[in-house]
């Protein structure tokens, strides 16, 4: 069975975590041993590293600090778990990928959607999804989701203005890479967003 890699992308509070859960047991009914993974973390470096990341206590952290941390925790997860996990033929999901780092600091903080891609390259290697689900949702009421839900951290705790970037980042760098990414209206009925990430996946699996 040849590895499949999916990433979920979206702005804070599109709901990720639940069409993760979802899709990993339809791969599961399939046949696939499946990982599931986080950005950043999903090694013991790489968590260390989202502690200093995240860490609300940090409001000074430069935009190229941030970036070059994202991308050393995606360097170790991709070299311990998701280029091992795919060569043995796994289907891994991740929530968040180097598109999150593309959009959060190529776009969102000005440092260039090809600067991030460059720094990045290091980090993936030859690794990227064969297809990204973008959870698209308003920013505001994506932040609204996330307060409800839990006291927010760092990147979650920036401004509106911030999130909105975030947003629009997304929905540009989709028309980007259009055969990539797959948009999905984040505002949907649960099943009717899984639905379309499921008949993608199918379609996926079977190129």
Do not use: C, W
């Not at 509070?13 to 999903?42: C, F, H, N, W």
């Not at 993936?124 to 609204?144: C, R």
Request: aromatic share 6%; proline share 3%.
């Amino acid at each position: 069975m040849k590895g499949v890699f999916i990433s979920m992308e979206g702005p804070d509070g599109s709901g990720k975590s639940t069409q993760i859960k979802m899709l990993s047991d339809y791969l599961k009914d399939s046949g696939y041993e499946v990982i599931i993974t986080r950005e950043p973390g999903g090694t013991v470096i790489s968590e260390a590293i989202r502690e200093v990341i995240l860490n609300k206590d940090f409001t000074e952290m430069n935009p190229i600090t941030e970036m070059l941390l994202y991308a050393s925790a995606r360097a170790q997860l991709v070299a311990e778990v998701i280029g091992p996990a795919l060569e043995a033929g796994k289907a891994v999901i991740s929530d968040r990928f180097v598109d999150s780092s593309v959009v959060y600091q190529g776009i969102a903080r000005g440092l260039g959607i090809e600067n991030v891609y460059q720094v990045n390259n290091y980090a993936i290697g030859k690794y990227m999804p064969d297809v990204t689900f973008l959870l698209d949702i308003p920013a505001e009421e994506g932040i609204k989701r996330k307060k409800d839900q839990k006291e927010l951290d760092r990147m979650e705790q920036e401004s509106l203005d911030f999130h909105k970037k975030v947003a629009e980042g997304y929905r540009e760098l989709a028309k980007l890479s259009a055969d990539r990414i797959k948009v999905i209206d984040a505002t949907l009925p649960i099943e009717e967003i899984y639905d379309i990430i499921k008949s993608t996946t199918i379609g996926v699996i079977n190129r």
